[in-house]
């Protein structure tokens, strides 16, 4: 089979190189498809070799064709081989393999580096440090490299040019990555650092971050601490109103109190054994009920019961500070010992001997002894303190 002509164009007999190459040989076999550089070079490569293979075209012929049907980015890489390179079949394939492979894995880090951003948990040293691999990936050593065989230069010409063409690849790399750092910033952080002076570094850009997340810190510190002095005044506020109320109503409670208490312990006895929660806690939790309970069993007004029940539950679930919690149980107490029998002082000396009794039966946990003592004496403190207020 005769070999395709080349018309005075360049251009293969019955094709036009410039159009979308779907066109066939005056012997009817096709022509290969254009290649950019975006695709498999290798897929491209059996198709070319199935065609040149129905055409009769020896290596050498390969070598003159191939680069007539390369574009872009290919053939670019192309004119950057060496001559001798192009003339041999193997070695240009090799060449065209290697490099554009490497072509395809810059294409893919600077993908990755335009849609990184900082995830959530992520430290701004880490981000900065994966931005900075991709840069390197994106624009590795010798991307902004000039052929500079066809100037006559000598040999100390030719290295300023290639020092100063490394040192512009490494101010590109600074500035885009520090470019795509404050760009792919967490929202609480990038909505700040927009406003500072753009970083010509990207340790410039990691030091502002760090400055506008130590600030966030700052906030919410102080933020948390407002909250806080918010809920002991609320508490305070509470307790002012138990000694305010008056229980003059009362209010038919069919079970005897002294079976509610030990139906309490036993209850939460029970639960302590199964859900293993603290000892120190449940006594808490013990002390308030049967301090509510006390109070229903003896006629209290409800709306003292039900600000009772708050107030305990606000120490206990805030864990507002210890000083709060036996300024409650004292309130409490000495509003409760206001409105029952002296008789009745005697289911508070019951309630503290079965506290004693837990407190025997589960002994603190290793390192929160100190923790275990306070709670032991929050509600003996709480009930001579309201006993000490009649």
């Known amino acids: ?43 491209y490569l059996k198709n070319f070799n199935r065609i040149a293979t129905a055409h009769n075209w020896t290596p050498p012929r390969c070598a003159q064709i191939l680069p007539l049907y390369l574009r872009g980015a290919a053939l670019a890489i192309y004119e950057s081989i060496p001559r001798e390179e192009k003339s041999n079949w193997r070695s240009l394939l090799e060449g065209l393999v290697k490099r554009l492979k490497k072509t395809s894995n810059k294409e893919t880090a600077r993908l990755k580096l335009v849609e990184r951003k900082q995830e959530v948990g992520e430290s701004i040293d880490e981000f ?3 931005l900075k691999d991709l840069a390197e990936a994106a624009y590795p050593g010798g991307s902004f490299e000039m052929d500079l065989s066809f100037l006559k230069l000598s ?70 601490k407002r909250w806080d002095e918010i809920e002991v005044k609320e508490a305070l506020a509470e307790i002012n109103q138990v000694w305010e109320i008056n229980g003059d109503e009362n209010e038919n409670w069919v079970m005897n109190k002294l079976n509610r208490i030990f139906a309490l312990i036993m209850g939460m006895n029970i639960i302590m054994t199964m859900t293993q929660i603290p000892a120190h806690t449940i006594v808490v939790k013990i002390m308030t009920m049967t301090n509510i309970i006390m109070m229903k069993a003896n006629g209290c007004h409800r709306e003292i019961v039900k600000l009772g029940e708050m107030t305990m539950i606000n120490v206990m679930m805030m864990k507002i500070s210890r000083g709060i919690m036996i300024i409650k149980c004292g309130a409490l107490m000495k509003q409760i010992l206001t409105n029952i029998e002296k008789k009745n002082l005697l289911t508070g000396l019951i309630f503290i001997f079965c506290t004693i009794i837990i407190f025997l039966q589960y002994p603190p946990p290793s390192g929160e002894e100190e923790e275990w003592i306070l709670a032991f004496i929050y509600p003996i403190w709480g009930y001579l303190s309201g006993l000490t207020l009649c």
């Open 1 to 43: 089979m005769k070999d395709v002509k080349l018309e005075p164009g360049g251009k293969y007999e019955g094709e036009n190189l410039e159009g979308n190459n779907n066109s066939m040989g005056s012997s009817g076999l096709p022509y290969p498809r254009f290649y950019n550089g975006t695709e498999d070079f290798t897929a």
């Open 128 to 130: 900065s440090r994966d």
């Open 155 to 224: 040999d100390e010409q030719k290295t300023g040019l290639k020092n100063e063409n490394e040192k512009m690849a490494k101010r590109f790399r600074e500035e885009i990555c520090a470019e795509r750092f404050k760009a792919g910033l967490l929202p609480e952080i990038r909505e700040k650092v927009i406003f500072m002076k753009s970083p010509s570094t990207l340790a410039e850009a990691v030091g502002q971050a760090k400055k506008v997340e130590e600030l966030n810190g700052t906030i919410k510190v102080d933020a948390r």
